[in-house]
């Protein structure tokens, strides 16, 4: 069958010139005679036109060039359409593309889209929202909620956000029910992640798949800020965090589940796929196995 592909391009994600990049795809997808055409994304993720013309013009392949927010949008509004989804990275973390082995480099990426094979990846919901690959409650979410708040986005705003915040970042105190075990914690942050990554090769979950069916749990504990940095670094970063069988006396708690339920009385800022999302006292987080259709590098 001939491919036929839409590029969303997000003209105000991460820093790269859009120009250029309009350039290069057009360049390079007529290099291989492949039908395409270039549109914007939208403010307010209404994305029936591109449903429309998916439809009508047989549209194999829809390509995001954003961040990972963008993705969770594109995503959600037209997983249901059945097409192949590529991304070229342009935000400031790119967790999902990092974690289908996407390189940030557009050419690289681009490529990708080429020869890379189609996967079925799965998404999850957290209340009545979709997340593509990372849910976060505490430390992680307040960076994020100011993050958007910046006028300048980028890997050094989000470092300097981090630092500032890890200075003063709380506990807060979690209810958690899974996998028919149910215990209370106060924790820094709790994140649930489809992918392994926070973003700009961070390791969060190391054990975490795209398209396995489960969630990976991650909930880093009450304990004296040098012991956590150092906690998170040895036993994040190096993948030796342990299952919750023998680790609920650990500075790190680490289990897989497809559904659980999370009581937030203290009211911890959210996000979802880095992007702020409104407080919420209760969570029930579901996995959606094999939701949507995600170009992979070949060799992941």
């Not at 969303?8 to 859009?18: A, E, Q, V, W």
């Not at 005679?33 to 047989?58: G, H, R």
């Not at 990275?89 to 690289?108: R, T």
């Not at 609920?248 to 680490?254: A, D, E, G, L, T």
Request: glycine share 8%; with cysteine.
């Amino acid at each position: 069958m001939q491919r036929k592909i839409i590029y969303l391009i997000n003209p105000i994600s991460g820093t790269k010139g859009k120009s250029s990049l309009k350039e290069l795809i057009a360049r390079e997808t007529q290099k291989r005679q492949i039908p395409f055409e270039i549109l914007p994304t939208t403010a307010d993720a209404n994305y029936d036109f591109v449903q429309e013309k998916i439809e009508k013009e047989q549209v194999t392949d829809v390509v995001i060039c954003g961040g990972d927010g963008t993705v969770n949008q594109v995503v959600k509004a037209l997983a249901h359409t059945g097409v192949q989804f590529g991304i070229i990275p342009m935000g400031s973390g790119n967790g999902l593309a990092l974690a289908a082995g996407i390189p940030k480099a557009s050419k690289k990426a681009l490529e990708i889209v080429f020869t890379g094979k189609a996967l079925l990846t799965d998404g999850f919901m957290v209340n009545e929202h979709f997340a593509c690959m990372l849910c976060g409650l505490g430390f992680d979410a307040q960076v994020a909620h100011e993050f958007a708040d910046q006028p300048k986005r980028g890997l050094g705003t989000y470092v300097s956000l981090t630092s500032r915040h890890f200075l003063r970042a709380k506990p807060f105190p979690f209810r958690v029910n899974a996998n028919k075990l149910e215990f209370s914690t106060e924790a820094f942050f709790l994140s649930i992640a489809n992918s392994n990554q926070f973003g700009n090769n961070f390791t969060i979950a190391p054990q975490a798949i795209l398209s396995d069916g489960l969630l990976d749990v991650v909930i880093v504990k009450k304990i004296a800020k040098p012991l956590l940095l150092l906690t998170v670094m040895r036993q994040v970063l190096t993948g030796r965090i342990r299952r919750i069988e023998n680790s609920m006396n650990s500075p790190v708690i680490y289990f897989q589940t497809d559904e659980l339920t999370i009581s937030n009385p203290a009211e911890a800022p959210i996000h979802i796929d880095g992007e702020p999302w409104e407080c919420q006292r209760n969570l029930h987080i579901k996995v959606l196995p094999h939701y949507f259709k995600l170009i992979h590098a070949a060799n992941v």
